[in-house]
């Protein structure tokens, strides 16, 4: 797949918005929104920033703990590959893992990884204090690891909350080993966890050397898509492990925005939808895709 995605014409444009709404109502209902209001921002490591929101009063809190309760961030600023583009959204969702919480408080924490550039969520950081106010949508549990005797966790920088969220809310086996590219001061120490800590662009390579990767028979893994791409095919193909024994997101791309990553998603919705495909079909075949 190229790096280069094509440019979005106003044509096509107005195609892929008759994809959005069909998928707003197949999910027309399943959806909540709240206000966040920030009340802290402060730096979580050195390439990490921490922002502590409250929720209203009567918030439901029990939707936004546990472990790995992704949602999205509506940050209010348009992406840039939908400038001049008529109909298109006037915000850029992101989405992002509850980093901690506090059900007394109704606040949630949202850590931030710091990169170059002018994006949405970096501009949005940049001038968050305490009572800038965004809405967050959709809280939910993501996917969480597959139960086996032998655990191994992949993780790069943007999977740290959930790992850490995992690790401390959801049961893990007495063998678990946590194969990351993170910085050592994003990760505390885990109880019961062995950590191997490798660079990000070996992540993926070093999963296929690690030791107890031929001996797990459960895996999770979250990360940039070129290198859980390189994770799935050495678990399913090389080692022929089922589906059953693996949970992966490969929810990002090098070099690629996440509106242009989202615009590549729905040109392959509407593909599969003129082919006849049902919804359901389609996310069946997202999910066995090599292409994660």
Known sequence: MSDAPKPLTQ???????????????????KIAHVIFTVTEVFPRAKKMVRVRGQ????????VWTGPNVAFSLEIPIPAEELEGIEGAPQTSPRRYTVADYDVAARTLDIDFV????DTPAMLWLRDAKPGTTIELESPRVH?????????VLVADSTAVPAVLR?????????????????ARDEL???????????????????FTKLP????????WAAGEQGQMRIVRRHWRKTLGRGKEQIAISGYWRAGISATARDIEGLRGIRDALVA???????????EESDDV
């Open 166 to 182: 995992i690790c401390a809310e959801h049961p893990l086996p007495a063998q678990t080993t946590l194969l990351t590219s993170a």
């Open 276 to 286: 006849g495909s049902s919804l359901a079909e389609i996310t069946a075949a997202a």
């Open 188 to 206: 505390p120490e885990l109880a019961g966890v062995k950590t191997v800590f490798v660079s990000e662009e070996a992540l993926g390579e070093e």
């Open 212 to 219: 107890e990767t031929n001996a797990a028979d459960a895996l």
């Open 55 to 62: 929720l209203p009063e009567g918030t439901d809190m029990s």
């Open 143 to 151: 996917f969480l690891p597959p139960k086996g005797e032998k655990l």
């Open 11 to 29: 044509e096509e444009a107005n195609g892929l918005l008759e994809v959005v709404q069909v998928l707003e109502k197949e999910y027309a209902g």
């Open 114 to 117: 710091l990169h170059e550039g």
